[in-house]
């Protein structure tokens, strides 16, 4: 099988000849020629010069030659498309301003056309599938309803809950519409799959999960899909796996802390799973990259659908001849 062959097949949960292995967040510090292209170009430049953007993207498959190449962009610029302003400082990462306080500043978010909002993304892709073999997916992706209203209000969402919660599902309704739109726009580009990141839905209770952000998430697979599987992470997720698995996405994302048996047995074989192994692994040694990796393979024998990948994004500290270890275990499960 080829790359995309064994990608879109694990997504399907059908038989694979070895699971396909990518990580999250493949293109970035850790990697010399990143760090090479970051001396001279801050954050955003990157992001929104097609050209960067392209590059940054091939450059670990031009190195490790994984399943999947995922495009080089950022979650935060949907909040940016609503009129938030987006900053990036190399010293202190992402800020947005002013942060969301209550419903006027809800009311008072742009209406977006995410065709104008995102045009640098859609040149991105569709650079990357350009240069990208036909028989490789690429993965294009976006933060989840939750997570960027987390962002937007400054880390205080979950204040909302009992304070007004009908602002919170009007900010989550709005952020929906343009998500939605923007992962069409992806797949007219040229995606193969999409990944929904909800990194903060975990800090919820099932109650305000199922409440607040699953219908969110059904929202987006119902109306955002057009040709792509998706596929959704969530950290910290083990208490919310059952309706995670009813969102209709293909795929479950999970992190280090959800042991993978719990996942497979609370999941069966509703979707597939991706995951899971610790990014500290990365700065270890080439050996114990290789026990860990084999001890996953392992555990996932014989199940139809699972793609090998890290339960978080890889680290800046991760070692180049580590993740090549990560990558040739599983290229060699054959």
Known sequence: MNSKERFLAACARKGVDRPPVWLMRQAGRYLPEY????ANYDFLEMCKTPSIACEISL????????DAVIVFSDILFIP????LTLTFRRDEGPKLSPLLKNTADVDSLKKVDAEKAFDFVYSSL???????PKDVPLIGFSGAPWTLAYYMTGDRANEWIPKDKEALKKLLSKITDVVIDYVKLQQKAGADVIQIFDTWAG???????TELALPCLKRIVSEGKVSAPFIIYCRKCHHILNELADTGADAISIDPDTPIEEAIK?????????GNLDPKLLTTTEGFVRQEVSRLLSKIKGRNGHIINLGHGILQTSNVECVESFVET???SL
Not at 266 to 274: E, L, S
């Open 266 to 274: 609370v999941i069966g074989d509703r979707v597939a799973i991706q």
């Open 35 to 38: 760090r090479s292209i970051r």
């Open 126 to 132: 569709k650079l990357v599938r350009e240069k990208l």
């Open 59 to 66: 450059q670990p498959w031009l190195r490790y030659h994984m």
């Open 330 to 332: 599983v290229k060699h």
């Open 203 to 209: 800090e919820l209770s099932r109650e305000d999960f």
């Open 80 to 83: 940016e498309a609503l009129g």
